[in-house]
Each structure stands twice: as C-alpha cells, then as structure tokens.
C-alpha cells in the first residue's frame, strides 16, 4: 500500500513537474520558425540555415537582422576568398596562372573594401535598393572571376566564388522579404 | 602585271538608283543561340515598335519658369520658321555655340514617334531626357565611379545649366542620382558651368567650376561634398566665399573658364589651368594655391599658340612612355610627357598635342612645334567636344570622356524631348610605336555588355562590290574588323596623287580604295554610312592612309548636318587594316588601328532603322580586291535607369 501510495505520488510529482524539454522547445521552435520559414524563401536552404545558425545573434534576430547576418557572412566568404587569391599570388606562380588570379584580386579588392560594407551600412539605414545592388554586384565579380580562371584547368577559388555568388543569391531573397513586406 | 582593273559583272557604286549589291550575304560560321537571340529581338522589337506606335504624339517640351539664358526655351516650336537670324543657343550668354539653328528648321523631316525612339542609345550615357553637354568632375570614390555633366533640367536645348550627376560600378552601368549642383548663388546664377575635380592626398575631394556671375562674368568657384563618408557623394556644398578666382586684368571676363584638376608641384603646391584668348591665341593661364581657396595667378602661361582662338576645357596630364599604365596627374620624371589637349571655340573641335613639362618653370613644350595645340592631332575626328579625362585609381587607367551633341536641329531635339550623349569612356595610352600620338580604346567593360558572337573569315571583297553580312539585327553591334589589300604593292604605281589629301565622299573611288564596312544601311542602300579607309598618294609620291566616316548620305532628313569626319591614321608595316566600331543607335564610335584615330558619328536614319538597318562590308577600288576577317557581338542594354534611392 505504501509503495503504492508512494508510486503514484511519484507519478503526481512527475506530472507536475514542468517537462524541461517541453518548456524549453517551445521558445526554441517559435526562433527556429523565423530561420526556417525565411531560409524556405531563399534558393539555398541549408547554406541559409547552416550560416544563419552559426551566428549566435541570429536566435533573437529579425528578419532584417537576418538579412545583415546574411551580407555579413558574404563580406566574411569574399574576404576569405581575396585572401586566398592573395596567398597564390605570393606563390609566384607563373604567368599564365598569374593573369587570371591577378585579376580576380582586382575584382575582389572593391567589393571587400567598399561595396559590401556599404551595402551592409545600407541595410542598417533601410536602404534596401540599394543593398540588393551592392550585394548583387559583388555576386557578379564573384562570377566574373570565376569565368576568367576556369579556363586555366580548375580553380583553386572555384569553392570561394560559388560560396559567394551562392550567399548573395540567399542574402537578395532575405532582402526581397524585406521590400515585399513594405 | 594587270592593268586593266578587275570588276565584278555588276559593278557597284553607292547611288541609290543601283540597289542591289552584287553578292549575296556572305554565311558565316554561327552559334545556334543567334538564331534564337534574333528571334527574340525580333519579338521584343515588334513589341516595342507596336508599343510606341500606340502612344499620342509627343508635344515639344517647353520652359516652365522664365530661362535666365536661352530665349529658344520659351518659345513655341512653331514660331522657329520665323527666326531665321537669330544666334546659335549659347552665344549669347558667353559660352561657344552649342546648336546650329537653320534656315532649314522649317524643312524638318516628317518624324514618327517610332523614329525618333530609335534613335535613343541602349548602352551610351545620356539622361533621361533633355540637354546635355560637357562632361564635368569624373571621378572615382568608395567603390564608384562618378560622371557630372552640364544638364538643362527644363528643355532639350542648352540653358540654365546645373551639374547632373550618375555613378557607376563599372563605368557601363550608369544610375542616375539627384542634381549635383544648380544655378542657386550669385556667382553661378548664369549656370552652373564645367569643371574639374582634384582628389587630395589626405582623402578630401575638391571640385573647381565655372560659375556664370549674375552679371554674365566667368569665375571660377570651389565646391565639395558635403558628406565624405556617403559614398553616392549627392549632396555638395559650394564655398561660402566664392568665387575663389576672378577674371585678371587684360583678359575678357567672358573668355575665361572650365579649371582643370590640379597636380602638385615640386614646392608643394597645387596648380590648375584656366583656359582664355589673347589677341586671338588660345592660352592656358595658371592658378597656385595650397587650399583651394586662395590663388595665386602666375605670371607665365604654361603655353599658348597664336591663331587658335579661345580654348575651352583645356586639359593637362602626363602619360607613360614605357608602360599602358595611366599615371596620376601629378607624375613627372624620366619616361613620363604630357598631354596639353584644348577644345576650340573657333572650330568646335577638340585638338591636342604631346610634349614635355617642366615643373620648375611651369612650362610646356610640345614635341613636334608644326602640330602644336589646335594645329595638328585631333583627339577625335567627328562630333566630338569637351573632352576631360581623369585617373582613376582604381585601375590605374587614364580614362577619357567626350561629349557628343546632335547633328539634327534643335527643333528636332525639341520635338524628341533630348539632346546630346556621352561616349563611352576611352583608356588613354601612349603609342611607343609611333612615338608620336596617343591611343584611345574603349574601356574592356564595354565587353561585359557582349551577347553572342558572329565570326567571318577571308571574305573576298571585290573591287567595286558589296557584301552583306548576315548578322541579324544591327543597331547595337561591337565589331571588329581587319582588312588585307591583294596585291597592293604591284598597284601602288598606278594611285593617282591627290593634291588636298583629306576624308572625302566614299564615291570617290581610287585604284586603292576606299573599302570599310557600311553601318546603319538599308538594304537598297538608300540610306548609308560607309566608315572606311582611303589610301592617299600625295603629290611627292608618299602614301597616307585616311580614317573616314562619310554621313552625306546617311539619312534621307534634309535638315541633318551631313559631312564626312575623318583625319589621318598611321599604318605601320607589319600592321593590316583594322578598325573596331561600337553601333548604338544614332551613335557609331570608330576606331582604326588600336585606336590612333577615333571618330565618333551621329547619324539619324529615316528607313535604315530597327529591322531594316543592315551592315556591309564594301570595297570601291577600281584596282584591288580587299579580304576582311570580322567578329561581330550583339551587345546588350546597359539599363541606365535612376539610382534606387527609396528608404524605408
């Protein structure tokens, strides 16, 4: 009887108790909602999800937060890029690969140093025509780049400039959110 | 050896009475998406011709608010036939004339809404509508290039000038942005006129105008930006205290304008240069200063050549002798000349000439004293005015801009709402292999606007003949072009020499030439523009090859100023005959050989238009066959479109 007695005041106080994981899920589902249904809209899912989630502001973050996480991950992805291209060089490498990665940096050195910053500073003040501009021009150096050095038998940036392209891409619908919402 | 010259059965001359060329289109290897780009360009074309024949006639645009200056604005379009007499627009109010008004306003071609439409550019700078002209302050800043140019905000003819204003990524892609700067102030109440900016070591940006003083005096003000870190750079402020320059003693205040960017001298110091006119020598005086606010005028010009009237936009900068790089407007040293360039008055005409600085006399020489400043080189042998060039930093280039006004009539212009277009932007080189001129060549981000290609390999071009090139539409075209002469050394006896050795008529034909291609032609050829070489034989037995593009016959309009714009172009030995040209619409830019001679023609066809306006290869020798290798691209839209501003 007392076991009894014992056992189903166990089962009360289990049943009273607040289910941790149950408590803690339902926040968590309402912020991962916001990442997923965003990212759903964008042509890369899992690089939207991947990338957003790796940024920890990205939990309490707004869709427009999301889309300045979203332009920062691409100043990050060209900046790491350049970085590369710029390790090559230093290589020196002989002339016929040195054109084409040469050129590359030229490309990349205004997209790293004006064009994303300003369009990320855009974004900040609302600015979102100008924002897609600026992102969709670093989308088509990226690209630029890429056509250049392809011919050269692979590209050893081939990962840095789709990730880019591919990120701007994300980065625009985020951005398109934004402007069909106003 | 031949004497007799070789003729095709049906020989070929450029009269309308004889419409059919003697050889069918010439095939050409093509990609299969050709075919798919012209039948999509015929759809849109379709569209677009169906959508512009539907709208109601546009009315000439007319003035708003009372013109300070042009007394053209206010008026009705009809009166014009009555004002036989009266001054080019711009006279009046101290600057060189910018239109040719004629007796023949009243003879105006009969043009539909479709027709002028055409004539619009796809991928040439020019604003939305109404009047333009000299190219003002190019620069590049935080990621963008900046164009300002002279702008009329109210009428598609020249007047109450302010500073339009557009930036771009890649010199192509314009957006255009609110208006720099407007005639708001008692020292530019007359208009808001040329200028020039300086970019300062310390990162701050200076811009030097003309300003038109309420009493129609030319000063020169100070400006810059009101906010450094807006990479747009669209708001600006004029300083306070201006003008900083007035006109000096023993030169005429409506003979003093468009400052230049200013370079550093060894001292320190800024210079700039103003152009003016002594007793009838075009002259470049020269301003120091070490803040842009306070000038010192120097005694000395840095050069002046009698006879050559008053120079406007003069422009000053140094190119390498030893390398394509462009170098800042302050270099000096061991492989560097100069490049005095002015833009005369007299002749409407931009002129140049190369030659050696010295900096601790502030002086220039020029190579060659018989082809000084205004005697010799022309920058550009068509419709060319205003030019100013800049160092981008970016690149490391020296990039040229020219202003291209109309060869219709301001009636024309007001009837079609626009005046005036930009070229596109030119790298500037200096030739080593001549040693003697400069090389101008569209910047390489005009190949960004390239579709799909056709090639065309050895055609024949017989004498006398020409030959249609099956392209599909031909209006907006990048092509290249190199041409072999058979057989010319054998024939070289046989050139008659020419006494006067200038661009004539393409119907004039030699034993040698002329042969080129005939842009924006109809294909009864009753419309054509023949852009072509012809090899002169002088009088002391030498050759010249001439660069030429004749309009006498390029539009069935009578009130269109027709002419044929040429100059010389050397050809080296080891060299062919090549020319690049960009068609745009009622634009063509030619360039021969890399770019020694550049001409730029408007032309305003009435039938060889859309559709219909087709491209040939030609060759009018009487004595030689010709073969030409072409590659030809559709080029694209640069969508130039206002800047997407909106804030949320």
Same mark, same amino acid.
């Given at each position: 009887?007392?076991?009894?007695?014992?056992?189903?005041?166990?089962?009360?106080?289990?049943?009273?108790?607040?289910?941790?994981?149950?408590?803690?899920?339902?926040?968590? %589902?309402?912020?991962?909602?916001?990442?997923?249904?965003?990212?759903?809209?964008?042509?890369?899912?899992?690089?939207?999800?991947?990338?957003? %989630?790796?940024?920890?502001?990205? @939990?309490?973050?707004?869709?427009? @937060?999301?889309? %300045?996480?979203?332009? @920062?991950?691409?100043?990050?992805?060209?900046?790491?890029?350049?970085?590369?291209?710029?390790?090559?060089?230093?290589?020196?490498?002989?002339?016929?690969?040195?054109?084409?990665?040469?050129?590359?940096?030229?490309?990349?050195?205004?997209?790293?140093?004006?064009?994303?910053?300003?369009?990320?500073?855009?974004?900040?003040?609302?600015?979102?025509?100008?924002?897609?501009?600026?992102?969709?021009?670093?989308?088509?150096?990226?690209?630029?780049?890429?056509?250049?050095?392809?011919?050269?038998?692979?590209?050893?940036?081939?990962?840095?400039?789709?990730?880019?392209?591919?990120?701007?891409?994300?980065?625009?619908?985020?951005?398109?959110?934004?402007? %069909?919402?106003? | 050896?031949?004497?007799?010259?070789?003729?095709?059965?049906?020989?070929?001359?450029?009269?309308?009475?004889?419409?059919?060329?003697?050889?069918?289109?010439?095939?050409?290897?093509?990609?299969?998406?050709?075919?798919?780009?012209?039948?999509?360009?015929?759809?849109?074309?379709?569209?677009?011709?169906?959508?512009?024949?539907? !709208?109601?006639?546009?009315?000439?645009?007319?003035?708003?608010?009372?013109?300070?200056?042009?007394?053209?604005? /206010?008026? &009705?379009?009809?009166?014009?036939?009555?004002?036989?007499?009266?001054?080019?627009?711009?006279?009046? !109010?101290?600057?060189?004339?910018?239109?040719?008004?004629?007796?023949?306003?009243?003879?105006?071609?009969?043009?539909?809404?479709?027709?002028?439409?055409? !004539? +619009?550019?796809?991928?040439?700078?020019?604003?939305?509508?109404?009047?333009?002209?000299?190219?003002?302050?190019?620069?590049?800043?935080?990621?963008?290039?900046?164009?300002?140019?002279?702008?009329?905000?109210?009428?598609?003819?020249?007047?109450?000038?302010?500073?339009?204003?557009?930036? *771009?990524?890649?010199?192509?892609?314009?957006?255009?942005?609110?208006?720099?700067?407007?005639?708001?102030?008692?020292?530019?109440?007359?208009?808001?006129?040329?200028?020039?900016?300086?970019?300062?070591?310390?990162?701050?940006?200076?811009?030097?105008?003309?300003?038109?003083?309420?009493?129609?005096?030319?000063?020169?003000?100070?400006?810059?930006?009101?906010?450094? /870190?807006?990479?747009?750079?669209?708001?600006?402020?004029?300083?306070?205290?201006?003008?900083?320059?007035?006109?000096?003693?023993?030169?005429?205040?409506?003979?003093?304008?468009?400052?230049?960017?200013?370079?550093?001298?060894?001292?320190?110091?800024?210079?700039?240069?103003?152009?003016?006119?002594?007793?009838?020598?075009?002259?470049?005086?020269?301003?120091?200063?070490?803040?842009?606010?306070?000038?010192?005028?120097?005694?000395?010009?840095?050069?002046?050549?009698?006879?050559?009237?008053?120079?406007?936009?003069?422009?000053?900068?140094?190119? *390498?002798?030893?390398?394509?790089?462009?170098?800042?407007?302050?270099?000096?040293?061991?492989?560097?000349?100069?490049?005095?360039?002015?833009?005369?008055?007299?002749?409407?005409?931009?002129?140049?000439?190369?030659?050696?600085?010295?900096?601790?006399?502030?002086?220039?020489?020029?190579?060659?004293?018989?082809?000084?400043?205004?005697?010799?080189?022309?920058?550009?042998?068509?419709?060319?005015?205003?030019?100013?060039?800049?160092?981008?930093?970016?690149?490391?280039?020296?990039?040229?801009?020219?202003?291209?006004?109309?060869?219709?009539?301001?009636?024309?212009?007001?009837?079609?709402?626009?005046?005036?277009?930009?070229?596109?932007?030119?790298?500037?080189?200096?030739?080593?292999?001549?040693?003697?001129?400069?090389?101008?060549?569209?910047?390489?981000?005009?190949? *960004?606007?390239?579709?799909?290609?056709?090639?065309?390999?050895?055609?024949?071009?017989?004498?006398?003949?020409?030959?249609?090139?099956?392209?599909?539409?031909?209006?907006?075209?990048?092509?290249?072009?190199?041409?072999?002469?058979?057989?010319?050394?054998?024939?070289?006896?046989?050139?008659?020499?020419?006494?006067?050795?200038?661009?004539?008529?393409?119907?004039?034909?030699?034993?040698?030439?002329?042969?080129?291609?005939?842009?924006?032609?109809?294909? *009864?050829?009753?419309?054509?523009?023949?852009?072509?070489?012809?090899?002169?034989?002088?009088?002391?037995?030498?050759?010249?090859?001439?660069?030429? &593009?004749?309009?006498? +016959?390029?539009?069935?309009?009578?009130?269109?100023?027709?002419?044929?714009?040429?100059?010389?172009? &050397?050809?080296?030995?080891?060299?062919?005959?090549?020319?690049?040209?960009?068609?745009?619409?009622?634009?063509?830019?030619?360039? &021969? !050989?890399?770019?020694?001679?550049?001409?730029?023609?408007?032309?305003?066809?009435?039938?060889?238009?859309?559709?219909?306006?087709?491209?040939?290869?030609?060759?009018?020798?009487?004595?030689?066959?010709?073969?030409?290798?072409?590659?030809?691209?559709?080029?694209?839209?640069?969508?130039?479109?206002?800047?997407?501003?909106?804030?949320?």
């Amino acid at each position: 009887m007392k076991a009894l007695v014992c056992f189903l005041l166990l089962l009360l106080l289990l049943a009273t108790l607040p289910s941790p994981t149950r408590s803690f899920e339902f926040p968590a %589902r309402e912020m991962a909602d916001l990442i997923d249904q965003t990212c759903r809209l964008t042509p890369f899912y899992d690089l939207c999800i991947s990338s957003l %989630r790796s940024d920890p502001e990205s @939990g309490a973050a707004d869709v427009r @937060g999301l889309a %300045r996480i979203m332009a @920062g991950s691409v100043l990050a992805t060209a900046s790491r890029t350049l970085d590369r291209i710029q390790e090559l060089l230093g290589q020196a490498p002989d002339p016929e690969t040195e054109r084409p990665l040469a050129y590359c940096a030229e490309l990349y050195i205004p997209v790293v140093k004006y064009t994303l910053p300003q369009a990320i500073e855009a974004l900040g003040k609302g600015q979102l025509g100008f924002a897609v501009y600026g992102l969709s021009d670093a989308g088509k150096e990226a690209e630029e780049c890429e056509k250049n050095l392809s011919g050269q038998g692979g590209s050893p940036v081939t990962e840095g400039n789709e990730l880019v392209r591919n990120l701007v891409d994300v980065a625009v619908a985020i951005i398109e959110i934004l402007q %069909r919402s106003f | 050896m031949q004497n007799s010259p070789s003729h095709t059965n049906a020989p070929y001359t450029l009269l309308p009475e004889d419409p059919s060329p003697a050889r069918p289109p010439a095939s050409s290897r093509r990609p299969v998406k050709v075919f798919a780009a012209t039948a999509a360009s015929v759809v849109f074309l379709t569209s677009l011709v169906m959508l512009i024949v539907n !709208q109601s006639p546009e009315t000439p645009t007319e003035s708003d608010h009372p013109p300070r200056s042009d007394p053209l604005t /206010s008026r &009705a379009t009809t009166s014009f036939s009555r004002d036989a007499g009266r001054l080019p627009t711009g006279v009046s !109010q101290g600057v060189s004339a910018k239109s040719y008004p004629s007796v023949r306003d009243r003879l105006s071609y009969n043009w539909t809404n479709a027709m002028f439409a055409w !004539q +619009r550019t796809a991928f040439h700078f020019q604003p939305e509508k109404n009047w333009m002209n000299d190219p003002d302050g190019p620069l590049y800043y935080m990621g963008w290039y900046h164009l300002f140019y002279q702008y009329n905000p109210d009428s598609a003819v020249w007047g109450n000038i302010t500073w339009g204003h557009a930036v *771009s990524k890649d010199l192509i892609h314009w957006l255009y942005l609110p208006l720099a700067m407007v005639p708001d102030r008692w020292f530019d109440a007359g208009g808001v006129w040329t200028g020039s900016a300086t970019l300062l070591p310390d990162g701050r940006i200076v811009i030097l105008y003309t300003g038109d003083t309420d009493e129609s005096i030319q000063v020169q003000n100070l400006a810059y930006p009101a906010n450094l /870190s807006d990479p747009l750079l669209i708001e600006w402020v004029k300083y306070p205290d201006n003008p900083v320059i007035v006109p000096p003693a023993g030169i005429n205040p409506e003979e003093f304008r468009d400052p230049t960017t200013a370079w550093m001298g060894p001292d320190g110091t800024w210079r700039i240069l103003v152009g003016s006119k002594v007793d009838g020598s075009g002259i470049a005086l020269i301003y120091q200063t070490s803040n842009f606010t306070a000038f010192e005028a120097q005694p000395g010009l840095l050069h002046a050549v009698n006879g050559t009237g008053m120079w406007e936009c003069v422009d000053f900068y140094p190119v *390498s002798t030893n390398s394509s790089n462009g170098l800042e407007t302050s270099v000096v040293g061991p492989g560097v000349k100069h490049v005095l360039k002015a833009s005369l008055d007299d002749l409407k005409k931009d002129y140049y000439a190369i030659g050696t600085y010295d900096p601790v006399s502030d002086t220039w020489t020029p190579d060659d004293p018989e082809a000084d400043v205004g005697m010799g080189l022309q920058v550009d042998y068509g419709r060319y005015y205003a030019s100013k060039t800049f160092f981008d930093q970016n690149t490391g280039r020296r990039i040229l801009w020219g202003w291209i006004n109309e060869t219709d009539t301001d009636y024309d212009d007001l009837a079609k709402g626009w005046a005036s277009v930009q070229t596109i932007p030119r790298v500037v080189t200096f030739d080593n292999k001549t040693g003697s001129n400069i090389l101008e060549w569209p910047v390489e981000e005009v190949e *960004s606007l390239r579709l799909n290609s056709t090639e065309f390999d050895d055609i024949l071009v017989e004498a006398g003949s020409a030959v249609l090139l099956d392209i599909g539409m031909a209006t907006q075209l990048d092509i290249s072009v190199e041409f072999e002469i058979e057989g010319s050394d054998a024939l070289e006896a046989l050139e008659e020499p020419e006494a006067i050795i200038e661009c004539a008529t393409a119907q004039n034909r030699t034993t040698l030439g002329p042969f080129g291609l005939l842009v924006l032609a109809d294909k *009864s050829l009753s419309e054509l523009t023949p852009i072509y070489f012809h090899i002169a034989k002088s009088t002391n037995g030498s050759l010249t090859t001439l660069f030429c &593009a004749d309009e006498t +016959r390029s539009s069935k309009a009578l009130e269109v100023f027709k002419k044929v714009y040429g100059g010389p172009v &050397a050809v080296l030995d080891d060299e062919k005959f090549t020319m690049r040209l960009l068609v745009d619409h009622s634009i063509i830019e030619s360039f &021969a !050989q890399g770019g020694r001679t550049v001409i730029t023609s408007r032309i305003y066809p009435t039938e060889a238009i859309y559709g219909a306006a087709k491209l040939f290869l030609f060759n009018n020798a009487t004595g030689v066959n010709v073969t030409a290798s072409l590659e030809i691209w559709q080029m694209n839209s640069a969508f130039i479109r206002p800047f997407p501003l909106e804030e949320m």
